[in-house]
C-alpha cells in the first residue's frame, strides 16, 4: 500500500468572518463601558490574568487592558493563569506569555509569575478553591479569555473567564482539585470554585474575546465580576454558532499537520476531531475518524504534547519534540490519562500516512482521507477523491484545485508542511 497512489484535492469551506474592524478601541470602550474601571481607586495595584492558549491577538488585548487601567490612575502587572501549564513553574509560565508576546518590554509593565498560592477555603460540595498569591495580595483582579467550547464537556460555561478564575487562578492546586473529580468535577465545581474566588479574592472583572470561524477577534466585552456568571452563557452561545468544523460527518484517516498547546487545551481540539478520550465519558456524535494521524508539536508548545494520545499514529518528529515531563505534569494534573499515552510511532511522515492507510484498512483509491493544517484552520483542507463529492456538495464549499499526490522530500518528510 503506498501513499504514492494517494491524490488529495484542494477544497475550501465558507467559514463565518466577522472580524472586528478596531481591536483596540473595542477593548478599551468596553471595559470603561463595563463598569470595571469604577471600582478602581488611583494607585490601585491591578492584576491582569493572561493565560496559555493561542488566542487571536492575545497580547494586543493585554496591551489595551494594561493601558487602559494606567490610563484610570491603576498600576497593572500581569500574573500567568494558565493553572498547571508551562510545566508547573513560573519561569516555564512566564515562557509560554512570552512566546505570546507578553512581557514587561511589550506590555510596559511586570509581569509577576509564580506558583505559589493563597487557600481560599472551600466550595459547598467541598472543592479547595486556590488563588494566585501575587493576584490575591492585588488591589483587584481582571482576567482576560477567550470564550469557547470546552474540550472536554457541555454545559452552559465552558471555557473563558469562569475557567480562567477556577483553574488558571488556581495554579497547580487548583487545576487539580477541579479535575480530580473528571468530567463531571468541571461541569459541576468550575461555577461554584469561580463564585468562591469572586466572594472571596479581589475580583474586578474580565475581558471575554470571542473569534469567529477563522480565528479572528470578532467581539470584546468585559464584565463586571457580578455579572460574569449570569452573562457568560451568552457569550460561549455566540462563540460556538461561530466555531469552524470538518465538512464531513465521517472519515476514514484525518491527519492533522500540527497539534500543540497553542491550538487546543488537548493539542487537537477534541470538538473538531470527534474524540475526547475520557473514561466513562460518551464520544461526540460526530465526526466519526476511524484513524487520526499527527505530524507535529508546534514549537509554542514547548514540548507540551498532552493530547497525543487522542491520535492513532504519530510521527517520530512529533515524539522527538516531546517533554516527557512537562506533559505528565499537565495530563496528571487534568485527570485524563489516555490523552498522554503515545501511540504508534512510524519514522518519516510517508510512514505515518503508510500506517494510517494500514490501520484504516484502505486502499489508496478508496480511502475516505482528509488533512489539515491544525484543529484551528479548517478554512482550507485537502481531501482523497473518495471523498471529495460529498464535501462539495455541502454548501459553501468548493473545489479550488486540482489533485495531487502528496510531496515528501528524500527523508520522507512532507514537503508543503507549513512551518511554525
Same mark, same amino acid.
Given at each position: 500500500m503506498s501513499v504514492d497512489q494517494l491524490r488529495l484535492v484542494p477544497v475550501r469551506q465558507t467559514l463565518i468572518r466577522r472580524p472586528l474592524a478596531d481591536l483596540a478601541a473595542a477593548v478599551a470602550t468596553t471595559l470603561r463601558q463595563s463598569g470595571v474601571l469604577d471600582q478602581i481607586a488611583a494607585g490601585a495595584r491591578i492584576a491582569v490574568g493572561a493565560g496559555s492558549r493561542g488566542i487571536s491577538r492575545y497580547a494586543e488585548v493585554v496591551a489595551v487592558v494594561v493601558a487602559t487601567l494606567r490610563e484610570a490612575g491603576a498600576h497593572p502587572f500581569i500574573v500567568p493563569a494558565m493553572?498547571?501549564?508551562?510545566? @508547573?513553574?513560573?519561569? =516555564?509560565?512566564? !515562557?509560554?506569555?512570552? /512566546?505570546?508576546?507578553?512581557?514587561?518590554?511589550a506590555m510596559g509593565c511586570p509581569v509577576i509569575s509564580s506558583m505559589h498560592v493563597v487557600a481560599l477555603g472551600q466550595t459547598p460540595a467541598g472543592v479547595p478553591v486556590f488563588c494566585d498569591a501575587a493576584a490575591y495580595a492585588s488591589d483587584g483582579i481582571i482576567v482576560v479569555n477567550r470564550v469557547k467550547p470546552h474540550t472536554d464537556f457541555h454545559s452552559t460555561t465552558e471555557s473563558g473567564?469562569?475557567?480562567m478564575l477556577a483553574i488558571g487562578l488556581g495554579k497547580r492546586e487548583g487545576a487539580e482539585a477541579i479535575h480530580r473529580r473528571g468530567a463531571a468535577g468541571l461541569r459541576e465545581d468550575l461555577p461554584a470554585v469561580a463564585a468562591?474566588?469572586?466572594?472571596? @479574592?479581589?475580583?474586578? =472583572?474580565?475581558? !471575554?474575546?470571542?473569534? /469567529?470561524?477563522?480565528?479572528?477577534?470578532?467581539?470584546?466585552?468585559?464584565l463586571p465580576a457580578t455579572a460574569i456568571a449570569r452573562r457568560e452563557p451568552a457569550l460561549l452561545d455566540r462563540a460556538r454558532a461561530m466555531a469552524p468544523a470538518l465538512p464531513f460527518a465521517a472519515a476514514d484517516v484525518l491527519v492533522v499537520d500540527w497539534m500543540g498547546k497553542d491550538i487546543s487545551g488537548t493539542g487537537m481540539d477534541t470538538t473538531v476531531i470527534g474524540r475526547r478520550a475520557i473514561d466513562g465519558e460518551p464520544e461526540p456524535?460526530?465526526?466519526?475518524?476511524?484513524?487520526?494521524?499527527?505530524?507535529?508539536?508546534?514549537?509554542?508548545?514547548h514540548g507540551n504534547a498532552t493530547g497525543i494520545g487522542l491520535?492513532?499514529?504519530?510521527?517520530?518528529?512529533?515524539?522527538?519534540a516531546m517533554d516527557a515531563a512537562a506533559t505528565a505534569v499537565n495530563v496528571a494534573t487534568s485527570g485524563f490519562p489516555r490523552r498522554g499515552v503515545v501511540p504508534a510511532v512510524a519514522d518519516d511522515d510517508r510512514r505515518t500516512l503508510m500506517a494510517a492507510l494500514q490501520r484504516a484498512g484502505c486502499a489508496p483509491e478508496s480511502v475516505r482521507l482528509a488533512r489539515i493544517g491544525d484543529t484551528l484552520s479548517l478554512e482550507h483542507l485537502l481531501v482523497s477523491a473518495a471523498l471529495l463529492d460529498e464535501v462539495c456538495a455541502r454548501p459553501g464549499v468548493v473545489r479550488c484545485g486540482e489533485a495531487c499526490a502528496p510531496l515528501f522530500d528524500a527523508a520522507g518528510q512532507l514537503m508543503d508542511l507549513t512551518a511554525r
Amino acid at each position: 500500500m503506498s501513499v504514492d497512489q494517494l491524490r488529495l484535492v484542494p477544497v475550501r469551506q465558507t467559514l463565518i468572518r466577522r472580524p472586528l474592524a478596531d481591536l483596540a478601541a473595542a477593548v478599551a470602550t468596553t471595559l470603561r463601558q463595563s463598569g470595571v474601571l469604577d471600582q478602581i481607586a488611583a494607585g490601585a495595584r491591578i492584576a491582569v490574568g493572561a493565560g496559555s492558549r493561542g488566542i487571536s491577538r492575545y497580547a494586543e488585548v493585554v496591551a489595551v487592558v494594561v493601558a487602559t487601567l494606567r490610563e484610570a490612575g491603576a498600576h497593572p502587572f500581569i500574573v500567568p493563569a494558565m493553572g498547571s501549564h508551562g510545566g @508547573a513553574t513560573a519561569a =516555564g509560565q512566564l !515562557a509560554v506569555l512570552r /512566546d505570546w508576546g507578553i512581557d514587561e518590554a511589550a506590555m510596559g509593565c511586570p509581569v509577576i509569575s509564580s506558583m505559589h498560592v493563597v487557600a481560599l477555603g472551600q466550595t459547598p460540595a467541598g472543592v479547595p478553591v486556590f488563588c494566585d498569591a501575587a493576584a490575591y495580595a492585588s488591589d483587584g483582579i481582571i482576567v482576560v479569555n477567550r470564550v469557547k467550547p470546552h474540550t472536554d464537556f457541555h454545559s452552559t460555561t465552558e471555557s473563558g473567564l469562569t475557567k480562567m478564575l477556577a483553574i488558571g487562578l488556581g495554579k497547580r492546586e487548583g487545576a487539580e482539585a477541579i479535575h480530580r473529580r473528571g468530567a463531571a468535577g468541571l461541569r459541576e465545581d468550575l461555577p461554584a470554585v469561580a463564585a468562591a474566588q469572586v466572594r472571596r @479574592a479581589p475580583v474586578l =472583572g474580565g475581558v !471575554a474575546i470571542i473569534e /469567529d470561524g477563522v480565528h479572528a477577534v470578532s467581539e470584546v466585552v468585559a464584565l463586571p465580576a457580578t455579572a460574569i456568571a449570569r452573562r457568560e452563557p451568552a457569550l460561549l452561545d455566540r462563540a460556538r454558532a461561530m466555531a469552524p468544523a470538518l465538512p464531513f460527518a465521517a472519515a476514514d484517516v484525518l491527519v492533522v499537520d500540527w497539534m500543540g498547546k497553542d491550538i487546543s487545551g488537548t493539542g487537537m481540539d477534541t470538538t473538531v476531531i470527534g474524540r475526547r478520550a475520557i473514561d466513562g465519558e460518551p464520544e461526540p456524535a460526530s465526526p466519526r475518524i476511524g484513524t487520526i494521524a499527527a505530524l507535529r508539536l508546534t514549537p509554542a508548545s514547548h514540548g507540551n504534547a498532552t493530547g497525543i494520545g487522542l491520535a492513532d499514529v504519530v510521527s517520530q518528529t512529533l515524539v522527538a519534540a516531546m517533554d516527557a515531563a512537562a506533559t505528565a505534569v499537565n495530563v496528571a494534573t487534568s485527570g485524563f490519562p489516555r490523552r498522554g499515552v503515545v501511540p504508534a510511532v512510524a519514522d518519516d511522515d510517508r510512514r505515518t500516512l503508510m500506517a494510517a492507510l494500514q490501520r484504516a484498512g484502505c486502499a489508496p483509491e478508496s480511502v475516505r482521507l482528509a488533512r489539515i493544517g491544525d484543529t484551528l484552520s479548517l478554512e482550507h483542507l485537502l481531501v482523497s477523491a473518495a471523498l471529495l463529492d460529498e464535501v462539495c456538495a455541502r454548501p459553501g464549499v468548493v473545489r479550488c484545485g486540482e489533485a495531487c499526490a502528496p510531496l515528501f522530500d528524500a527523508a520522507g518528510q512532507l514537503m508543503d508542511l507549513t512551518a511554525r
